[in-house]
């Protein structure tokens, strides 16, 4: 009747892993592999940003390509990550080191960041805008000082869906080889060491939650009008 | 000695009818293991799921602690998820439906909450008005009323669910990610496109099926909104 021992046991030897200064240092060390995932997430955030804000912006704004923007969502997520990524890793992209892991993420975070911001820009009163016309503007500048900034609060969910879609594909690119905490999981497995499974997890967790908390307190700080309606998707 | 044969197997092309004929029984039986944890997971969040978010709704208290840990649940990426069920389930497949039940879990509660809150509180006081205790209103009135935000709810989480048991190719229980982790390993592109196409026709099966159920279910609605 000793269920609850071996569990604590791990958690302990767990623990032991991650306090082990050893295990902080080197090319497999955690200090690198952090570092791994964070560039990783942030340069693909960019990206994905740069890629898909401006499409969105612009077909929300003509009203144009609604069913693409609001659908591939939904096709993002019938997708599984880790098919991707072994798909990617066979093509001759799989020779550039971390080039399936890149665009795999790219790809899994545009998705988010097109349909919120393309909702976002059509979720904009009409009536608004007509005003704004009506004043002469331009629809170059409708875009740039009504819609855009009526639309930041759905541009924003969707940049932090994104962000955290970013950290768990990160994760997942391991299995396929990529860089990044997930490796640490990953080696664990290999040597058939739960302790070093348990420790990685609960790394990648507490990244994750750190980047969603960082966009929550984010979310709180800006000024009441950026304040998010919910996320859509 | 005989000539190696020179199919596609042999070229280790993307398409290929060979693997599909001779590797036949491996590729039924990591679909039907696909089917059987995606089905399974997403069975056991549902029966969670409702009183859960039954009980968000009826106690405003309760709503913000259960919306805080699906949240929190949902941030951790699915390799971690796993692996940090590790300890409790060892190399099982129980280890993959358990983390598939915390994810459809909370893509559940959200949307069955969502879709209790907006039953309109006309409506809601009509039925007491008629003389409805809080049972039969829940289970006649607020229930089906809902119906069409849990249904878009339970089918973002089956679709979910299907693309996640691959992760589960890491304790050796991913169904069809089984093949894409052996394919990756013996750099098999005919089976690791094969399988990575029947998950995502697995997917949408799915989803065009629970949208037949959703339409049979409520025939007052043809909209389907989320």
Redesign the interface.
């Known amino acids: 009747m000793d269920e609850g021992g071996p569990l604590v046991n791990t958690i302990g030897d767990a623990w032991k892993w991650l306090t082990d200064a050893a295990h902080w240092a080197g090319d497999d060390g955690i200090w690198h592999r952090l570092t791994q995932h964070l560039v990783l997430t942030v340069v693909c955030l960019v990206l994905s940003c740069l890629i898909a804000l401006p499409v969105a912006l612009v077909l929300g704004h003509l009203g144009k390509g609604g069913a693409l923007a609001v659908n591939i969502s939904n096709v993002g997520r019938a997708v599984p990550t880790f098919a991707v990524l072994v798909l990617l890793l066979l093509t001759p992209i799989g020779q550039w080191g971390e080039g399936p892991t890149v665009v795999a993420l790219v790809l899994f975070a545009v998705p988010p960041l097109l349909t919120n911001a393309y909702v976002g820009m059509r979720g904009v009163d009409r009536s608004v805008v007509q005003a704004a016309r009506g004043m002469g503007m331009t629809g170059r500048q409708v875009l740039w000082r009504v819609e855009l900034p009526l639309a930041m609060p759905l541009i924003l969910s969707g940049v932090r869906i994104a962000a955290v879609q970013l950290v768990a594909t990160a994760t997942i690119a391991a299995l396929a080889g990529g860089g990044g905490l997930g490796r640490i999981i990953t080696a664990g497995f290999n040597l058939a060491s739960t302790p070093q499974v348990v420790a990685g997890a609960v790394l990648v967790a507490v990244f994750a939650l750190v980047v969603e908390g960082i966009f929550e307190i984010g979310e709180r700080l800006a000024p009441g009008r950026a304040r998010g309606r919910g996320p859509t998707v | 000695m005989t000539a190696p044969p020179d199919d596609c197997l042999a070229r280790n092309e993307w398409i290929c009818g060979e693997y599909l004929s001779t590797r036949r029984q491996i590729i039924v039986d990591a679909v039907l293991q696909h089917l059987e944890l995606t089905a399974l997971s997403v069975l056991i969040a549902l029966v969670i799921a409702v009183p859960l978010a039954v009980a968000a709704r009826r106690w405003a208290l309760a709503a913000g602690p259960v919306l805080a840990l699906t ?2 649940l949902y ?10 069920l ?3 389930y060892g190399l099982s497949a129980s280890l993959v439906v358990a983390g598939l039940v915390l994810y459809s879990l909370t893509l559940l509660v959200r949307n069955i909450l969502a879709g209790l809150r907006a039953v309109p509180e006309d409506t809601r006081q009509a039925a007491r008005g008629m003389g409805y205790g809080p049972i039969r209103l829940l289970l006649t009135v607020e229930l089906p009323l809902a119906l069409p935000a849990a249904m878009a709810g339970l089918r ?1 989480a089956t ?2 669910a ?3 048991v ?2 589960g ?3 050796g229980f991913g169904g069809l ?1 089984n093949l ?2 052996t ?2 390993n013996t ?1 098999f ?1 005919a089976q ?2 094969t ?2 196409v029947l ?2 026709v697995i ?2 099966l799915a ?1 065009v099926l629970l949208l037949g159920v959703q339409r049979v279910l409520t025939p007052w609605t043809r909209a389907v909104r ?1």
């Open positions: 949240t929190i941030t951790i990426p699915s390799l971690a998820m796993f692996s940090l590790l300890p409790v973002i679709v979910s299907v693309s996640l691959t992760v190719a890491i304790v990610g894409i982790y394919g990756m750099y592109k690791v496109l399988a990575s998950c995502v997917a949408v989803d989320s």
